[in-house]
């Protein structure tokens, strides 16, 4: 049984930074994709960051570009979000989230799409204060 548990949100003031965490369990989150979503309150989930599990490759949202950055630590299972220069428009709830199946399953920018991931996080709040 695959596990995501998402920790690090709070209650911040604009510009400040905050790294979420999000530890894995049940299988190495390097061999599969991992991303990073976001949904405020009234809008739909979006695709924040993600990390492909060999190459490491890293695709940021081009609303985060620049301010957000995801990496990983293949000795602790877990995979990070830094984030800096944070927004009012940042606040929401995020979700870290990895695919069923291996990156040779997907094509094109599956990574954007939230229906290409098969195993959610319980989600992290993140609230920025103006």
């Known amino acids: 049984q695959v596990q995501l548990v998402e920790s690090g949100g709070g209650l911040v003031q604009a510009g400040d930074s905050l790294r979420l965490s999000c530890a894995a369990s049940?299988?190495?989150?390097?061999?599969?994709?991992m991303g990073w979503f976001r949904q405020a309150p009234g809008k739909e989930r979006e695709f924040v960051s993600g990390i492909s599990p060999r190459s490491g490759n890293t695709y940021h949202a081009d609303s985060v570009k620049g301010r957000f950055t995801i990496s990983r630590d293949n000795a602790k299972n877990t995979v990070y979000l830094q984030m800096n220069s944070l927004k009012p428009e940042d606040t929401a709830v995020y979700y870290c989230?990895?695919?069923?199946?291996?990156?040779?399953?997907?094509?094109?920018?599956?990574?954007?799409?939230?229906?290409?991931?098969?195993?959610w996080g319980q989600g992290t709040q993140v609230t920025v204060s103006s």
């Open positions: 049940g299988r190495s989150p390097f061999t599969y994709f």
């Open positions: 989230a990895t695919t069923r199946y291996t990156a040779a399953f997907y094509s094109g920018d599956f990574y954007l799409k939230g229906s290409s991931y098969y195993y």
